[in-house]
Nanobody, 123 residues
Framework: QVQLVESGGGLVQPGGSLRLSCAASGSIFRVNAMGWYRQAPGKQRELVAG???????NYVDSVKGRFTISRDNAKNTAYLQMNSLKPEDTAVYYCNAEVTSWSGGVYYTGGYWGQGAQVTVSS
């Protein structure tokens, strides 16, 4: 079993900053790619930022220069530093990870989601 636990959401004024964390735990052999998605009311879930196990990153155009994704492989944790936040960044943010787990001599690679963290940008 693999679990992703997110933390760090909240309410912030426009122009402010927040940092999200996503910690993977369980029978982990290796955490592969990790990413942050968001879903605003009435909209489809979109990929905000992704990072490979080697540290290569990618971002949706709307957050480039404002958001930074990073990871600590020793802690199986990913972070999303969000600066210069705008009201349109308001959404539930979800962590996603591809994880190779090991149990009873069998390796299994699957995708997992965190529980979601509400980010609200409002004055």
């Amino acid at each position: 079993q693999v679990q992703l636990v997110e933390s760090g959401g909240g309410l912030v004024q426009p122009g402010g900053s927040l940092r999200l964390s996503c910690a993977a735990s369980g029978s982990i052999f290796r955490v592969n790619a990790m990413g942050w998605y968001r879903q605003a009311p009435g909209k489809q879930r979109e990929l905000v930022a992704g990072i490979t196990s080697g540290g290569t990153t990618n971002y949706v155009d709307s957050v480039k220069g404002r958001f930074t994704i990073s990871r600590d492989n020793a802690k199986n944790t990913a972070y999303l530093q969000m600066n210069s936040l705008k009201p349109e960044d308001t959404a539930v943010y979800y962590c996603n990870a591809e994880v190779t787990s090991w149990s009873g001599g069998v390796y299994y690679t699957g995708g997992y989601w965190g529980q979601g963290a509400q980010v609200t940008v409002s004055s």
